[in-house]
């Protein structure tokens, strides 16, 4: 039976897969600068023996594995490749030795993962029909998102997958178990940058000054009413904002104060009208208080929606595969991820793998200096990406 020796391929591959995990986590590398770690993948998946590459989007790969009557269905499989601009506090002997990067995301376990399920997949082709395109992006974690490049470059083209899976780690769900969410799933993610400009001066004479410093913190204040008051309480919305920035002393007022911060959310007329509506209160509040505004918004990633029926489908796989006490029901997530520029093009599913591991410590959140996996769950990671791939060529 396929599932079986699926089953036991990624086990027989396990400790090749968690190697190739912690050589991409010792050698990070930041979004678009991926260079060594396409090369590590270019040569893995030549080693597998697969030979139909094409690079896209300057470091990214896509790759083809033909089974029986290739045309007869096409799915894609994701992974990212980047890693993120932090100091790794881990003492483990894979961690980064580049000083202030570090796969704090787990896209190395994803990448690691895909390469597994690759050499799963080129073993057992002549068992399936169809075609498995694999995908390797870089760029996740930096805006406009490396998945808009890879489409740009034809990755959804020759030949058009009918639907794209990805997996992601989840440090919240304990390892050997996965979750799945149908429909509106993460959301869409907007940086803000304002700079209030005054007029500075000597903090002890206030009548002569235009103070940016006083002026900003009114606005963050009042920007907040776009979410508690115009949002519709039934779309999920966050405003935040993590920099604040007044270069003055405690007796001295700059002359501008910049400002950055996110705005997130699960409908696109929202979104779009929550621009408009941050812009009025922002320029209306700083220029009524005798300043001047500039106010920067930088569209990100749009919100990711999972295909009802491709994620119907994987998740009855999953069941099959892992059992179904193993297959969880993901809630709202309002991160946001650039899978859901594929979502928008064709099905999409991205789902969850556990990798929390409380006897063992494994408990930190994503982009924390801290965080890891639980290996074990990588044999999980290449061979359900595996099953799911074959399972909905199946169904075809």
């Not at 490049?149 to 997996?167: A, H, K, T, W, Y």
């Amino acid at each position: 039976m396929l599932k079986e020796k699926i089953k036991s391929l990624a086990k027989t591959y396990k400790e090749e897969v968690i190697a190739n995990r912690r050589h991409l986590h010792a050698h990070p590398e930041l979004s678009y600068k991926e260079f060594q770690t396409a090369q590590f993948v270019k040569e893995k998946l030549k080693e597998i023996g697969i030979e139909k590459l094409e690079s896209k989007a300057d470091t990214g790969w896509t790759a083809l594995i033909e089974g029986k009557n290739p045309s007869k269905k096409i799915i894609a499989l994701r992974a990212d490749m980047d890693a993120l601009p932090i100091v790794e506090a881990n003492e483990v002997p894979y961690k980064s030795q580049n000083p202030g990067v570090m796969h704090a995301c787990g896209h190395d376990a994803h990448t690691a993962s895909l390469l597994g399920a690759a050499k799963i997949l080129h073993e057992v082709k002549d068992q399936f029909e169809g075609t498995i395109k694999l995908l390797f992006q870089p760029g996740e974690e930096v805006a406009p998102g490396g998945a808009s490049f890879m489409i740009r470059d034809g990755v959804l083209e020759n030949p058009r997958p009918s639907g794209i899976i990805g997996q992601h780690v989840m440090p919240f769900i304990p390892a050997g178990k996965v979750g799945f969410r149908q429909g509106i799933y993460m959301a869409s993610a907007d940086e803000l940058y304002l700079t209030v400009k005054g007029k500075g001066g000597h903090g002890a004479m206030p009548e002569t000054l235009i103070d940016p410093v006083l002026i900003a913190s009114h606005l963050i204040v009042a920007l907040q009413q776009v979410v508690s008051r115009a949002a519709n309480p039934k779309i999920p919305s966050v405003l935040s904002f993590g920099r604040l920035e007044a270069l003055g002393a405690t007796n001295v007022i700059p002359n501008e104060v910049k400002i950055q911060g996110t705005f997130r959310t699960l409908n696109e007329d929202w979104r779009a009208a929550a621009h408009q509506k941050m812009q009025q209160i922002a320029h209306g509040l700083v220029e009524g208080m005798g300043g001047k505004l500039d106010f920067e918004i930088r569209k990100g990633y749009p919100f990711l929606q999972n295909d009802p029926e491709l994620t119907a489908r994987a998740t009855d796989a999953a069941k099959e595969y892992l059992g179904e006490e193993n297959v969880i029901d993901l809630d709202i997530w309002m991160a946001a991820e650039d899978f859901a520029y594929y979502s928008q093009e064709i099905s999409g599913c991205f789902y969850r793998l556990g990798t929390r591991n409380e006897a063992r410590g494994i408990v930190s959140g994503v982009h924390t200096p801290t965080f890891d996996i639980e290996e074990d769950a990588l044999e999980i990671g290449a061979g359900l990406m595996a099953w799911l791939a074959v399972s909905e060529l199946q169904k075809a």
